[in-house]
């Protein structure tokens, strides 16, 4: 019982300092300010005229509903000229992830979601999981890929990827953990 209260204060907690919502931060100030008054953060670094922010925004929306635990934001980076160049920002939108104050990394443009405008929420989901900036409730292991949910098949993706070296090249030195 005495979890349950916890549980909910903390839920409480959360919704007190605008958790559940994606919420659009005024100025870098306030990104500085959100970072340590949260301790999961992702921030939307999005301009107003590109389309691809806005898909992504939809997506966050959906997520911050679900995962009252982070705090999702966006800063147009007009608005932000400091934190694009300190965090060397040229591919719009990028996604700050943010746990205890301190940048954990970036998911630039779409590239980790198959490069194309259709991916689902489950996917940004499962990655924000593997960052371990939200509480994934599914296999970390398997990311949900749309029509093949099997890891085999990402990597016989990434094995038949054009490389550099030749195709007959089958002994490289590069220490790729991609075997199975």
Sequence with gaps: MKALRKAQSQ???????????????????????TCKQSTNVVCHF???STFRCKILDSHLEKLAQQ???????????????FLTSRFNIHVIPTMGIVKDGKTQGFIVGFAEFGNCDEFTTEMLEWR????????????LSN????????KSSILEQVKNSKTIRSKGDQN???????EE
């Design 11 to 33: 839920k409480h907690e959360w919704i007190q300092k605008g958790h559940g919502s994606l919420s659009e931060l005024p100025s870098e100030k306030d990104f500085f300010d």
């Design 46 to 48: 999005y301009k107003n």
């Design 67 to 81: 995962h009252l635990e982070t705090k999702f934001v966006k800063l147009d980076v007009e608005k932000a000229p």
């Design 128 to 139: 924000l999981g593997c960052a371990e900036i939200i509480k994934y409730a599914g296999d």
């Design 143 to 150: 990311p949900p890929v749309k029509g093949k949910s099997t």
């Design 172 to 178: 490289s030195d590069s220490d790729s953990d991609l």
